[in-house]
């Protein structure tokens, strides 16, 4: 008797140890990738109505699992049978059963999309013209400036200080978007605009506050900085700069204002003296409103100005920038570097 109890109790463990090794085993499976190497991805689709059995079978079949049983496994195990949602999914080899299933169970479905990059500066136009060559503007249908700050005050309170009649140039800020090939300009629109409102932090909007700027005084004043320098310190000065010169009742003077009026950057004379609300030369304070689209640097930089004795600037050929303290400096510095 005792022999056969021992045999027993051998049994015993040695099934146990089995069992425990086959657990492992299929806990590492279901966390295996199909190839740790190869992550070319490839749209799967679940069908409204399809069972575990099936969606296994077919990512076994399509080549994104070993086995359909390691799938049909993960999915028990984390108790989301019922939870796999219908659509299309961007899978690739190198996920393992327990992502996919994890993925789908939490709905993560792949849209058609195209990444479209609004690089700091630009302005309406410019945002037009890339949101059509992405495809999402067609010909006829409207444009950017088409839309105003009234159309989306109710929404973005950062608007309530703008003009109803303006258009949205400033706040659509600059980043790489994804959106889907289907997107209206509205939905286009509101997700840069949802960007700005994120961006802009309380904290910027408390000290802009305090300064007693509006945040379309703000963006205005930071549309002009994105277009005049380039470095962060530059921006910082030059803001200094045309904050003192409206203080002190001096025209801002700005090349980028006109400029975004001619659309061009060589700038004659006659440009100069040409009268618009954006031109800078023959009209003090800032312009009707702003000229570009400023990353968070500008923007920044015009609210935290680094104070100085400078009241003038020019950009060299090379672009750095050359800061004088009076007319007699910058007239020779002028004389230096753009003759």
């Known amino acids: 008797?005792?022999?056969?109890?021992?045999?027993?109790?051998?049994?015993?463990?040695?099934?146990?140890?089995?069992?425990?090794?086959g657990y492992f085993y299929l806990e590492a499976q279901t966390k295996k990738p199909l190839s740790a190497v190869s992550r070319a991805e490839k749209v799967f689709e679940i069908k409204r109505g399809e069972s575990v059995s099936a969606i296994a079978g077919r990512l076994a079949k399509e080549g994104?699992?070993?086995?359909?049983?390691?799938?049909?496994?993960?999915?028990?195990?984390?108790?989301?049978?019922?939870?796999?949602?219908?659509?299309?999914?961007?899978l690739n080899s190198g996920m393992s059963p327990l992502?996919?299933?994890?993925?789908?169970?939490?709905?993560?479905?792949?849209?058609?999309e195209v990444a479209v990059t609004i690089p700091e500066g630009f302005n309406l136009r410019e945002i037009d013209a890339?949101?059509?060559?992405?495809?999402?503007?067609?010909?006829?249908?409207?444009?950017?400036?088409?839309?105003?700050?009234?159309?989306?005050?109710?929404d973005y309170?950062?608007?309530?200080?703008?003009?109803?009649?303006?258009?949205?140039?400033?706040?659509?800020?600059?980043?790489?978007?994804?959106?889907e090939k289907n997107t209206s300009l509205e939905n286009a629109v509101r997700k840069m605009l949802d960007n700005f409102d994120k961006k802009l932090s309380t904290d910027l909007r408390e000290e802009a506050r305090k300064q007693s700027k509006t945040i379309f005084e703000i963006v205005t004043m930071a549309s002009i900085i994105e277009k005049e320098v380039?470095?962060?310190?530059?921006?910082?000065?030059?803001?200094?700069?045309?904050?003192?010169?409206?203080?002190?009742?001096?025209?801002?003077?700005?090349?980028?204002?006109v400029a975004y009026v001619t659309g061009h950057g060589e700038l004659t004379r006659d440009d100069l003296k040409t009268d618009t609300p954006y031109n800078t030369y023959t009209r003090q304070g800032l312009p009707k409103g702003p000229i570009?689209?400023?990353?968070?640097?500008?923007?920044?930089?015009?609210?935290?100005?680094?104070?100085?004795?400078?009241?003038?600037y020019l950009s060299k050929p090379t672009k750095e920038t050359v800061f004088s303290r009076t007319l007699d400096e910058h007239n020779r510095a002028k004389e230096k570097y753009l003759k």
């Open 64 to 90: 994104f699992i070993s086995d359909r049983f390691f799938f049909k496994y993960a999915v028990w195990k984390s108790d989301i049978g019922g939870s796999l949602k219908a659509g299309k999914y961007l």
């Open 130 to 154: 890339r949101l059509k060559a992405a495809g999402f503007l067609v010909s006829g249908s409207p444009a950017l400036a088409d839309l105003t700050a009234g159309d989306f005050k109710k």
């Open 292 to 312: 570009s689209n400023p990353g968070l640097r500008a923007i920044q930089a015009a609210i935290y100005p680094t104070l100085s004795d400078y009241l003038y």
């Open 230 to 257: 380039i470095t962060t310190d530059d921006m910082k000065l030059v803001s200094g700069v045309l904050w003192k010169r409206l203080e002190i009742g001096m025209p801002l003077q700005a090349d980028a204002t």
């Open 99 to 112: 992502e996919m299933a994890r993925l789908m169970a939490e709905g993560r479905v792949w849209r058609d």
């Open 1 to 21: 008797m005792r022999i056969i109890a021992i045999g027993i109790i051998f049994i015993v463990i040695l099934f146990s140890i089995v069992a425990a090794g």
């Open 157 to 179: 309170d950062f608007l309530a200080d703008a003009p109803d009649s303006v258009s949205l140039e400033g706040y659509l800020f600059p980043d790489t978007y994804h959106f």
